[in-house]
C-alpha cells in the first residue's frame, strides 16, 4: 500500500458559483506527492476536531501547502498597526485548523512537512514567531532558481537534495524567532530562514521555497518529496 498523504487546502471565493467559498489545492502539490509515490488526499476546510483527528489517525503523513498569512494574533498578543497592514489573505480557519492538525501530528508522531505557508504556520503551532514582511523573496517567476541559500546543519533535507543549493522564492513573511525543538538547517544570503528540522521527530521538516513547482525541473525536489514519502511508509 502506497502512504496516504493530506494535504491541507486554502479557502478561496469563487465569484461564479453559488456556494461560493470552497477549499483550493494547487495540482503541483498532489501531483508531487504522487511522482514521489504516495496518494495524495485534500482534505477539506473544516474546524471540526473529530473530523480532524479522523484523518490525523488514518492519514499517514501531512503536506502543509503555501497560502496567505498567518492570523497575528497566532503568534503576537500586539503588533503595530504598521505591520498589521503588512499581512495579506489571512483565513482564521485555515491558521485553526492547521494549528490543530500540526499539534496532533506532533503527539502520535506523524509526519509532517511544511511548504511556504506551511513553515511559518508549522513554526507558530509550536511557539514561534513571524517576520510579517520581508523584502526581496517575491519573485514573480515560479520557477525561477531566485536566490541561494546555505545549509548550515547537514540535516535530512540537506541530505535528501544532496546538498542542491538555489531555490525559487514566492514569499513575503519569514520564520523569526524559532520555535523550541526546531533547527534551522538553511538560510537565504540575507539571513532569512530557508528550512528548518525538528530534531527529535521522525520527520517534521518545512522549507520557505517551493519544491512542488520544480519536481520537473530539477531532480533534487522530487528528491524531497521522495524522502517525505518514505518517511510516511515507514510508519506503517
Ligand atoms: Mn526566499
Same mark, same amino acid.
Given at each position: 500500500?502506497?502512504?496516504?498523504?493530506?494535504?491541507?487546502?486554502?479557502?478561496?471565493?469563487?465569484?461564479? =458559483?453559488? *456556494?461560493?467559498?470552497?477549499?483550493?489545492?494547487?495540482?503541483?502539490?498532489?501531483?508531487?506527492?504522487? @511522482?514521489? /509515490?504516495?496518494?495524495?488526499?485534500?482534505?477539506?476546510?473544516? =474546524? *471540526?476536531?473529530?473530523?480532524?483527528? +479522523?484523518?490525523?489517525?488514518?492519514?499517514?503523513?501531512?503536506?502543509?501547502?503555501?497560502?496567505? *498569512?498567518?492570523?497575528?494574533?497566532?503568534?503576537?498578543? #500586539?503588533?503595530?498597526?504598521?505591520?498589521?497592514?503588512?499581512?495579506? /489573505?489571512?483565513?482564521?480557519?485555515?491558521?485553526? @485548523?492547521?494549528?490543530?492538525?500540526?499539534? =496532533?501530528?506532533?503527539?502520535?508522531?506523524?509526519?509532517? &512537512?511544511?511548504?511556504? =505557508?506551511?513553515?511559518?504556520?508549522?513554526?507558530?503551532?509550536?511557539? /514561534?514567531?513571524?517576520?510579517?514582511?520581508?523584502?526581496?523573496?517575491?519573485?514573480?517567476?515560479?520557477?525561477?532558481?531566485? +536566490?541561494?541559500?546555505?545549509?548550515?546543519?547537514?540535516?535530512?533535507?540537506?541530505?535528501?537534495?544532496?546538498?542542491?543549493?538555489?531555490?525559487?522564492?514566492?514569499?513575503?513573511?519569514?520564520?523569526? #524567532?524559532?520555535?523550541? /525543538?526546531?533547527?534551522?538547517?538553511?538560510?537565504?544570503?540575507?539571513?532569512?530562514?530557508?528550512?528548518?528540522?525538528?530534531?527529535?521527530?521522525?520527520?517534521?521538516?518545512?522549507?520557505?521555497?517551493?519544491?512542488?513547482?520544480?519536481?520537473?525541473?530539477?531532480?533534487?525536489?522530487?528528491?524531497? &518529496?521522495?524522502?517525505?514519502?518514505?518517511?510516511?511508509?515507514?510508519?506503517?
Amino acid at each position: 500500500m502506497k502512504p496516504v498523504i493530506a494535504i491541507t487546502p486554502e479557502a478561496i471565493t469563487l465569484p461564479s =458559483r453559488i *456556494d461560493g467559498r470552497g477549499s483550493f489545492c494547487g495540482v503541483s502539490y498532489s501531483q508531487a506527492i504522487e @511522482m514521489a /509515490g504516495g496518494v495524495p488526499l485534500i482534505v477539506p476546510l473544516t =474546524r *471540526d476536531r473529530r473530523v480532524l483527528d +479522523h484523518y490525523v489517525d488514518s492519514c499517514d503523513g501531512w503536506l502543509l501547502t503555501g497560502g496567505g *498569512d498567518v492570523e497575528a494574533k497566532c503568534y503576537t498578543p #500586539r503588533m503595530s498597526a504598521a505591520s498589521r497592514k503588512k499581512i495579506r /489573505g489571512a483565513d482564521e480557519a485555515r491558521d485553526e @485548523m492547521e494549528i490543530y492538525v500540526l499539534r =496532533r501530528v506532533a503527539e502520535r508522531d506523524r509526519p509532517a &512537512f511544511g511548504i511556504c =505557508r506551511g513553515i511559518q504556520v508549522m513554526n507558530v503551532a509550536f511557539g /514561534g514567531t513571524l517576520i510579517p514582511h520581508v523584502d526581496g523573496h517575491h519573485n514573480p517567476k515560479p520557477d525561477a532558481l531566485a +536566490h541561494r541559500i546555505e545549509w548550515t546543519k547537514g540535516g535530512r533535507l540537506q541530505k535528501a537534495m544532496g546538498g542542491f543549493d538555489r531555490v525559487n522564492t514566492s514569499h513575503h513573511q519569514a520564520v523569526d #524567532r524559532v520555535a523550541r /525543538g526546531f533547527e534551522v538547517v538553511a538560510r537565504a544570503p540575507d539571513g532569512i530562514i530557508e528550512a528548518m528540522e525538528k530534531s527529535e521527530a521522525r520527520y517534521c521538516c518545512a522549507v520557505q521555497f517551493h519544491p512542488e513547482r520544480l519536481v520537473k525541473r530539477a531532480p533534487e525536489f522530487l528528491d524531497l &518529496f521522495r524522502d517525505f514519502v518514505k518517511a510516511c511508509r515507514s510508519g506503517r
